[in-house]
Nanobody, 124 residues
Framework: QVQLVESGGGLVQAGGSLRLSCAAS????????MGWFRQAPGKEREFVAS????????VYADSVKGRFTISRDNAKRTVYLQMNKLKPEDTAVYYC?????????????????WGQGTQVTVSS
């Protein structure tokens, strides 16, 4: 059983930056694809970014492309989401997810494990 714990959320002004971290514990992590999703109040959970098991490939939602960067450090069993040029519409709870199959995907139902989420609030 993989456990995921997100950290790094908080309150930031528009135009600012935050870096989210997701620490994984449990068995095999290095062969898992990882993803970040977010959910704003009253909205469905939406895909943000995904990275494959090697870290060599990633994909982003159009809304964050060019502003967010996903990365991973398999030695530290951690995946990151660097968020720059934040906008008020980025305000949401951000969730980390792990997929046993190592290829990246944007579909939330393709992921097997989820963290509890971390709140990101961007003020205007």
């Amino acid at each position: 059983q993989v456990q995921l714990v997100e950290s790094g959320g908080g309150l930031v002004q528009a135009g600012g930056s935050l870096r989210l971290s997701c620490a994984a514990s449990g068995p095999i992590f290095t062969t898992y694809a990882m993803g970040w999703f977010r959910q704003a109040p009253g909205k469905e959970r939406e895909f943000v970014a995904s990275i494959n098991w090697t870290g060599g490939s990633s994909v982003y939602a159009d809304s964050v492309k060019g502003r967010f960067t996903i990365s991973r450090d398999n030695a530290k069993r951690t995946v990151y989401l660097q968020m720059n040029k934040l906008k008020p519409e980025d305000t949401a709870v951000y969730y980390c997810a792990a997929r046993r199959l190592g290829t990246l995907t944007a579909g939330p139902y393709d992921y097997d494990y989820w963290g509890q989420g971390t709140q990101v609030t961007v003020s205007s």
